[in-house]
């Protein structure tokens, strides 16, 4: 009886007192309000979900000043998105729903300690222009205008491959020596005249026309939860067309998969042929090419996991990719990389995502593994939780 008075009380005053008996922050007040994150479909999420900011800080009533606990009482690290702009787009918090379906999230005014980045992105000037990401899982870079004609030019995406949760970019760029493992990973990944990792190129008469280096960049986001930046290609004649491409492409901590939004902007038609590509490895036996291609099938998502042979002792590469269902066709019969073909329309940007992984970081070991990996990702991407806000301050 007395706690249900009690909960009227605060109730009445708008207010809502600690989850489960728990005590709030040192100074943290009374709670501003809860987050039910729900989720309906699959057996588990794990990633980052989205608020609108605006929809936040009116209906808890904050400003960029607060911090978001668990009902343990355990903080929930977030971000605040703001996709170029000067004020922030969206309350980005980072969640995990295993065996338990629902999320009760509460929200309190105030200063939180600071959360150390987990991603991050940088143009590199000091090597040829190059522009490098990564997270606390993955690392990866695109090649700038300064290699274009130098010898060890390449085209695709490179990976880097780390075992630390550490943050890498700056170390191994200082120490020039990242093709060697120092205990922390490499770079061993062989991109060459291919789009590597799961990059995109013009596919025009049965050819692949790799794009010219990209020119231009913009950090949208830098973490510390979710990196995201613009690269700008410049217009090329291909095919009598003139062309130019925009590569938006974020990264979140946690995981193995960027997502990359491709823009097409062709001057003579109204549709462009592209291809995404993964490097192919040569091998002695066709049993050592392991890969699996789920084309057919009624998800939103096709997957493609490719499970790369030792190359030079260094260990064992996991590449995959994740496309919308129904837009691609697999290309046959490529010697140096697996191709996927798709038609870009001016104005409608396509999505998908590539990713990933190292066997020698201890936690992708194989092939079954890395598709395991690479489904728990495309299911996550159709069945996302459903985030409620409940707080003090009515939506008008």
């Known amino acids: 009886m007395k706690k249900n008075i009690i909960a009227a009380l605060f109730a009445l005053l708008g207010l809502l007192p600690f989850a489960n008996g728990q005590g709030a922050p040192a100074g943290a007040g009374a709670a501003r309000g809860r987050i039910l994150v729900t989720l309906s479909g699959g057996q588990s999420w794990s990633g980052l979900v989205s608020i609108p900011y605006a929809d ?8 960029a000043a607060f911090h978001v606990v668990d009902d343990k009482g355990r903080a929930v690290s977030h971000q605040l998105e703001r996709l170029g702009m000067e004020a922030p787009q969206n309350v980005l918090l980072q969640v995990q729903l295993n065996q338990r379906r629902k999320l009760e999230l509460l929200v309190f005014a105030g200063e939180k300690a600071p959360l150390p980045p987990k991603t991050f992105a940088r143009y590199v000037p000091e090597r040829f222009d190059d522009f490098a990401w990564e997270n606390d899982r993955v690392a990866f870079r695109l090649y700038g205008e300064a290699l274009e004609g130098k010898p060890g030019d390449a085209q695709g995406m490179d990976f880097w491959a780390k075992r630390t949760d550490q943050l890498i970019i700056d170390k191994w760029y200082k120490n020039g020596d990242y093709h060697r ?46 990196t995201t930046f613009r690269l700008t290609y410049p217009p090329e004649v291909i095919n009598g067309q003139r062309i130019g491409l925009r590569k938006t492409i974020s990264l979140d901590a ?50 493609f996991s490719y499970w790369e042979p030792e190359i030079a002792d260094h260990g064992r590469t996991g590449v995959a990719l994740i496309l919308p269902q129904g837009t691609t066709t697999f290309v046959p019969d490529e010697a140096k990389q697996f191709l996927f073909r798709a038609v870009v329309r001016n104005g409608e940007p396509y999505t998908y995502y590539n990713g990933a992984a190292w066997n020698k970081a201890g936690a992708v070991t194989n092939l079954p593994k890395w598709y395991g990996v690479v489904r728990e990702k495309a299911d996550s991407l159709r069945a996302t939780p459903e985030v409620t806000l409940e707080g003090s301050s009515p939506r008008r």
């Open 254 to 303: 946690g995981s193995h998969f960027n997502k990359i939004t491709l823009e097409v902007e062709n001057r003579s038609a109204r549709e462009t042929p592209i291809v995404i590509g993964v490097a192919k490895r040569s091998v002695a036996e066709v049993a050592d090419v392991e890969f699996l291609w789920e084309g057919d099938h009624t998800l939103p998502w096709e997957t």
């Open 56 to 63: 936040f800080a009116q209906r808890f009533g904050v400003g």
């Open 181 to 226: 493992d120092h205990g922390d990973g490499l770079d061993y990944y062989s991109v060459g005249q291919t789009l590597g990792a799961g990059d995109v190129a013009l596919y025009f008469g049965d050819e692949v026309h790799y794009t010219r280096h990209y020119r231009q960049y913009e950090v949208l986001d830098n973490g510390p939860l979710r």
